[in-house]
């Protein structure tokens, strides 16, 4: 199953995005703070999308993005911002996110979203991959 590591402190934020992953067909990976993500994605390194909250308690989104980026190129990286200024954006690709979304969001809006990366970053290989093992 096509993995997405979602990044939020918010548990209501979360929960709702969980949801709608498994509703889209993903297998949702939580973490509610930042080294949580880190260390999430080392347990888990078939992830190919990770959604990364900006506003945390310890390290923050931007900082985790550029964790993330120092090791893995592949993976596809979704900010959630609940600011929406042109400097935000411009700070996030500079740690190399591919894309973002505001909150509020709708849950259309999301799956496109991942959906459009998971593509992008070779989803479609990792489907390969779990057919070989059949
Ligand atoms: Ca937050």
């Known amino acids: 199953m096509k993995k997405v590591l979602i990044l939020e ?4 934020i979360r929960s709702f995005v969980v949801i709608n992953l498994k509703r889209a067909g993903y297998e ?10 880190l260390e999430q994605l080392k347990n ?6 990770a959604i990364l909250d900006v506003m945390l308690p310890d390290i923050d989104g931007f900082e ?10 592949q993976i596809g990286i979704i900010m959630l911002t609940a600011r929406s200024q ?7 690709l500079m740690t ?4 973002y979304i505001t909150k509020p969001f709708s849950p259309a809006e999301l799956t496109a979203r991942i959906d459009a990366l998971y593509r992008r970053v070779g989803g479609d290989q990792a489907v390969d991959l779990s057919l070989i093992h059949i």
């Not at 402190?9 to 209501?12: F, K, R, T």
């Not at 939580?30 to 080294?35: F, P, S, V």
């Not at 985790?64 to 190129?73: E, F, H, M, Q």
């Not at 190399?96 to 894309?99: K, N, V, Y």
């Open 9 to 12: 402190d918010e548990v209501s």
């Open 28 to 37: 949702a990976i939580e973490a509610g703070t930042g080294m949580e993500a």
């Open 44 to 49: 888990h390194p078939d992830v190919g999308v």
């Open 64 to 73: 985790v993005c550029r964790n993330i980026r120092a090791t893995d190129k």
């Open 86 to 92: 042109e400097m935000d954006k411009v700070t996030g």
């Open 96 to 99: 190399g996110a591919d894309d």
